[in-house]
């Protein structure tokens, strides 16, 4: 067994490379899995819960978990980790920095917030050097504390909010964990819904499917997840818009939701409908038809509550007009 704490020689002749961090007051309160993630910036996630799991990194020369929270003066052994792969590029393309720049469509002192295309990762991995995160960090290299709040699918448009000061960033984790957000999205689902306003809380699990790939199921042993559906439009047994608003923030939970309840989203090659994908490509769909339509929240520091909407892109809403061109009159719900 494995002794949890740390010798007196360890700390006063650490083995080559260890290392030891003292946290400041603007780490007071993140976990351990993320401000370890934070300093080992271009190091695979694979690679940091690796070491977590064997015990490599102690707190107070003791083994935590990678949910513990920092507290102020902490004392974080910090192990040497070997990357065998190739070294990362330096910094994301300049094309992306401003690619991503201009989808910024607010910010002040403590947030910035964009309009995530479809088709770019929120951070590297899983074979991505850069996403967003990077993205904006080299283009805005003053903003030394900027963090994701929350995440989107790759193939996800829409809301993606990040903090620019840790302050801000534990305020808006302890909104997510006390679901004081309310966070809305646009999704085309295939056939037609005829539902009415269906609520879901459905638990789910996160799984390996062979070769590595992630697969979300409804599973009585997973997390709780709640997803409220509502039509918005129909369009003839095509297709439906949904308006969806999710009080937890699973993986893939609209997705699993939207394909359990037998409307999966449109485009989605994961969990979704492949007749159905290939009936709307003649409408232009080329991609996964959900998008994070708005996000509400406290504004750190304040009791001001504040609404961020995101509009679709035009390729999404160019679909609606051609599917309404070819089912006739609008049918919407009442």
Not at 307 to 324: G, R
Request: charged share 30%; proline share 5%.
């Amino acid at each position: 067994m494995v002794d949890a704490k740390q010798s007196d020689s360890d700390i006063e002749n650490p083995k080559p490379g260890v290392r030891y961090v003292e946290t400041t007051e603007g780490d007071v309160g993140q976990r351990l899995d993320n401000f370890l993630l934070r300093v080992f910036k271009t190091v695979p996630k694979s690679h940091v819960y690796r070491v977590l799991r064997k015990g490599e990194v102690r707190v107070n020369g003791k083994r935590v978990k990678p949910e513990t929270r920092i507290a102020l003066g902490d004392r974080v052994r910090i192990p040497p980790i070997r990357v065998d792969a190739e070294p990362p590029q330096s910094k994301p393309s300049n094309s992306l920095q401003s690619f991503v720049s201009t989808a910024i469509i607010y910010e002040d002192r403590d947030l910035l917030i964009v309009n995530k295309p479809s088709g770019i990762a929120v951070h590297g991995g899983s074979g991505l050097a850069f996403g967003v995160i990077e993205a904006l960090r080299a283009a805005r290299p003053e903003l030394i504390e900027l963090e994701l709040v929350h995440r989107l699918d790759r193939d996800t448009s829409g809301v993606l909010v990040l903090a620019k000061r840790r302050a801000a960033l534990r305020e808006l984790h302890a909104a997510l964990r006390q679901r004081e957000m309310t966070k809305r999205y646009l999704a085309l689902v295939s056939g037609r819904w005829a539902l009415g306003k269906k609520t879901l809380d459905l638990p789910l699990l996160t799984n390996q499917k062979q070769g590595g790939e992630r697969m979300v199921r409804v599973h009585p042993e997973g997390q709780t997840a709640h997803s409220v559906f509502v039509p918005k439009q129909h369009f003839g047994r095509l297709a439906t818009l949904m308006d969806i608003e999710i009080g937890t923030g699973r993986t893939h939970q609209i997705r699993v939701h939207a394909a359990y309840a037998g409307h999966p989203v449109a485009g989605d090659e994961k969990y979704g409908d492949k007749l159905c994908n290939d009936s709307l490509r003649p409408f232009g769909l080329k991609r996964m038809f959900l998008h994070a339509q708005s996000l509400q929240f406290m504004k750190p520091g304040t009791t001001e509550q504040f609404t961020i909407t995101a509009p679709l892109s035009d390729e999404l809403q160019m679909v609606l007009k051609k599917l309404e061109a070819a089912t006739g009159k609008k049918s919407k719900e009442r």
